[in-house]
């Protein structure tokens, strides 16, 4: 079967099946995919799935996972430096998340600048600390039993404080936290 023209289609003259037009343009027929290529669209639709990406603004986010509220180590007892602070994270606005730390004989506030939740539910944060002009990286995980627990703690330029759920100066495991009150 013979070839078309673009002229030939435009005018009519010569039909050939295997050609169409769009908008006076020849277009030939899309082949299938074929091969690891088929996989693609798929792959890509559920590794987009599947995490690593979240929507939205911070505070969305942070709600979503269940993080806003106030949390300690132990809700019984007041805030403390050596028995455990109180952390709360609160929704400022419409898309703010403020962290404000109480540690009984001092406190501080920080901003939630970024927020995501991975594939393994973890909640990746990005928290600025004005006071000690400072950006964190945490990363916390959700226990079986509603707590929460800081898997990695590191500063932008990489020094951790927690690394795979443990306290680097003393290889401890960092303690779960517990929603307080609500």
Known sequence: MARCKKSDVRSGRRED????TLNGFVVRPVRALRGSAALLPATLFFTLAAGGVSAGTVAETA???GLIGRWSIDCRIAADHDRGAVLSY??????????HRDFG??????????AQI?????????????LLKQTRELGLQ?????GIRAIYNRTRNGAYSIMDGRITASGEPTPPQFRCGQ
């Open 105 to 114: 004989d001092s406190e501080d506030q920080a901003d939630v600048i970024a």
């Open 142 to 146: 959700r226990l079986p039993d509603g």
């Open 118 to 130: 991975s594939g393994d539910n973890l909640l990746d944060l990005r928290i600025y600390f004005p």
């Open 90 to 99: 609160q929704v400022v606005g419409r898309s703010k998340v403020v962290l």
């Open 17 to 20: 099946r295997r050609f169409k």
């Open 63 to 65: 709600i979503r996972w």
